[in-house]
Each structure stands twice: as structure tokens, then as C-alpha cells.
């Protein structure tokens, strides 16, 4: 993202008094030239912002970044990192050699700054998706667990755990497809839908603007190209991409009359206790 692109999105936000927060992702979103200046600008512009930096932790450990830390505590950044599993071997497994070491390390760093440490106000939520084809488990019982072993083991402390639906897009549609369980995922995502967690998804109250200012519904049809203002063909094999853009707009009540995309891939989002 361009520092343009960057100060368009900062100018629709002042101009939309109903938002209340900026969730900025992207790998590792903290590397892009224009992160510290959005934080820094929407800080000052919505002192009661909350802004949510997507961190994958390894990040802290960046050349250039030992800073990092304390930026985001002088700007009162709520931090949300992915940890798939308290154990080195499947954090190892999915993410990469040495990747749970320096993430274990990346939280202890945290905690002595006061992020998860009870009344400083400085918010450390943690996030699992599971490591194959199922649903996640109840929410309330594994974040138990995983606060029970990151303190007996660790001695780290943070505030939420959120369990996220692995979605049948891109890479992970492209694993299950390889071993032929494409299909039977769907089928589980199908027959676990809930409708009760409808009310709360994205889709509903989030709009994601990718790089270059296109705007999506959610995240997931931005990996796919679904575009807010773009539209399938009757066969729903081609996507016309005529799609809004932040320059498009002035204020996010501009997009109060377009019409949500879905597809198959909405049921990751519905399944069991709802991912969004």
C-alpha cells in the first residue's frame, strides 16, 4: 500500500464517525512503509480508535523493527496474533523450523511491556485455526487450555483466544484438493452451519481495502478477487471487476446500498461457532 492509498483511507475514516475499528493485516503488516503512519494519523485523528494490528509475532525479530514494541504501546495498539497450537512441534509443522521459538520469545516481549497484564490496558489476543480438515473446538474451553499451558510452561499471559475455521480458499482449497478432501470439507462445513452466528459476520460490518484501495466484503473474498461494485456472470465462471475503489468514495455510508458477495466459502464462516 501506497502512502496515497494509505492517507485516502485515513480521510474516509475521519469522515465515517460510526466506525470503531481499524484492523490492519497483511503478513506482516508492521514491514509496510505506511504502517506506522496510519496508526500514528488515526491515533491522533480517533483518540478512542481501536486499532488492531494482525501481528504474526516473528516480526519483533526484524531487522529495523526493535523499536517496534514500543511504538505500538505509545499508540495503545491492540495487538491479535496467530499462534495455532501451544506445542513447538505443531506451530513448527505449519508455519516453518524455529518459527515457535521466536514467537514464544515475541509474547514474553510483549507481556514485559504490559501487553495481557491485567488493568494496563494493553490488549494481547491470541488466534488458532486448526492444522488439517476439521472445525476448531469450543472457544471458552481451549482458550482455558491454552492460558494454562502458555503460563505453566512460559510464564505469558494474554487477554483472548479467538478459533478461526480454516476457509476453503487458495492454499488450504489447493492442500485439500491435492488429497482429494475438498469435497468432504465442504460437506462438513455444510452440515455444520449455524444460524446463529449470521448476526455476527464480517461481512456485515467490515470492509477490507486491499493494497491498491479495492474495496471487499471480508478478507476471504479478497483473496478471491470478489469485488465490492464487481458482479459473476449468469454461469458464475467469469467475475466482472468493475470494482470500487477508496477513491471511489468519500465516507463508507457510500457503500450502504451494495449488495454483499457470496459463494461457497461463506459456509467457513457459519460452521460450528462461527468464524468471522
Same mark, same amino acid.
Given at each position: 500500500?501506497?502512502?496515497?492509498?494509505?492517507?485516502?483511507?485515513?480521510?474516509?475514516?475521519?469522515?465515517?464517525?460510526?466506525?470503531?475499528?481499524?484492523?490492519?493485516?497483511?503478513?506482516? !503488516? /508492521?514491514?509496510?512503509?505506511?504502517?506506522?503512519?496510519?496508526?500514528?494519523?488515526?491515533?491522533?485523528?480517533?483518540?478512542?480508535?481501536?486499532?488492531?494490528?494482525?501481528?504474526?509475532?516473528?516480526?519483533?525479530?526484524?531487522?529495523?523493527?526493535?523499536?517496534?514494541?514500543?511504538?505500538?504501546?505509545?499508540?495503545?495498539?491492540?495487538?491479535?496474533?496467530?499462534?495455532?497450537?501451544? &506445542?513447538?512441534?505443531?506451530?513448527?509443522?505449519?508455519?516453518?523450523?524455529?518459527?515457535?521459538?521466536? &514467537?514464544?520469545?515475541?509474547?514474553?516481549?510483549?507481556?514485559?511491556?504490559?501487553?495481557?497484564? !491485567?488493568?494496563?490496558?494493553?490488549?494481547?489476543?491470541?488466534?488458532?485455526? !486448526?492444522?488439517?480438515?476439521?472445525?476448531?473446538?469450543?472457544? /471458552?474451553?481451549? /482458550?482455558?487450555?491454552?492460558?494454562?499451558?502458555?503460563?505453566?510452561?512460559?510464564?505469558?499471559?494474554?487477554?483472548?483466544?479467538?478459533?478461526?475455521?480454516?476457509? !476453503?480458499?487458495?492454499?488450504?482449497?489447493?492442500?485439500?484438493?491435492?488429497?482429494?478432501?475438498?469435497?468432504?470439507?465442504?460437506?462438513?462445513?455444510?452440515?455444520?452451519?449455524?444460524?446463529?452466528?449470521?448476526?455476527?459476520?464480517?461481512?456485515?460490518?467490515?470492509?477490507?481495502?486491499?493494497?491498491?484501495?479495492?474495496?471487499?466484503?471480508?478478507?476471504?473474498?479478497?483473496?478471491?478477487?470478489?469485488?465490492?461494485?464487481? &458482479?459473476?456472470?449468469?454461469?458464475?465462471?467469469?467475475?466482472?471487476?468493475?470494482?470500487?475503489?477508496?477513491?471511489?468514495?468519500?465516507?463508507?455510508?457510500?457503500?450502504?446500498? /451494495?449488495?454483499?458477495?457470496?459463494?461457497?466459502?461463506?459456509?467457513?464462516?457459519?460452521?460450528?461457532?462461527? &468464524?468471522?
Amino acid at each position: 500500500m501506497t502512502i496515497e492509498t494509505a492517507d485516502k483511507c485515513l480521510e474516509i475514516l475521519r469522515h465515517s464517525p460510526t466506525v470503531t475499528t481499524l484492523d490492519i493485516t497483511g503478513g506482516a !503488516p /508492521e514491514l509496510n512503509q505506511a504502517f506506522r503512519h496510519i496508526v500514528t494519523k488515526a491515533r491522533k485523528t480517533r483518540p478512542d480508535l481501536d486499532i488492531i494490528d494482525r501481528c504474526n509475532l516473528t516480526v519483533v525479530h526484524e531487522p529495523g523493527q526493535e523499536d517496534l514494541i514500543d511504538f505500538l504501546v505509545a499508540n495503545r495498539v491492540h495487538i491479535i496474533a496467530s499462534l495455532p497450537c501451544y &506445542s513447538s512441534k505443531n506451530v513448527n509443522t505449519q508455519r516453518g523450523s524455529g518459527v515457535f521459538d521466536r &514467537s514464544i520469545s515475541a509474547l514474553l516481549a510483549l507481556n514485559e511491556k504490559g501487553y495481557g497484564q !491485567p488493568n494496563s490496558g494493553l490488549v494481547l489476543d491470541l488466534v488458532y485455526n !486448526p492444522l488439517g480438515a476439521f472445525l476448531p473446538p469450543p472457544q /471458552e474451553a481451549l /482458550e482455558e487450555q491454552y492460558k494454562a499451558e502458555l503460563s505453566e510452561n512460559f510464564g505469558i499471559v494474554f487477554n483472548q483466544l479467538f478459533t478461526m475455521t480454516n476457509m !476453503p480458499v487458495k492454499r488450504f482449497a489447493d492442500f485439500l484438493h491435492r488429497r482429494k478432501e475438498l469435497g468432504g470439507y465442504m460437506d462438513l462445513l455444510v452440515k455444520n452451519f449455524n444460524s446463529e452466528t449470521v448476526g455476527t459476520l464480517m461481512c456485515k460490518n467490515t470492509v477490507s481495502v486491499n493494497y491498491d484501495g479495492a474495496l471487499f466484503d471480508c478478507d476471504f473474498n479478497q483473496q478471491l478477487g470478489l469485488s465490492i461494485g464487481g &458482479s459473476a456472470d449468469d454461469d458464475n465462471s467469469v467475475w466482472n471487476t468493475n470494482s470500487k475503489t477508496v477513491f471511489d468514495i468519500s465516507c463508507l455510508d457510500d457503500l450502504s446500498k /451494495e449488495e454483499i458477495n457470496f459463494d461457497n466459502h461463506c459456509y467457513g464462516c457459519t460452521a460450528g461457532m462461527g &468464524s468471522s
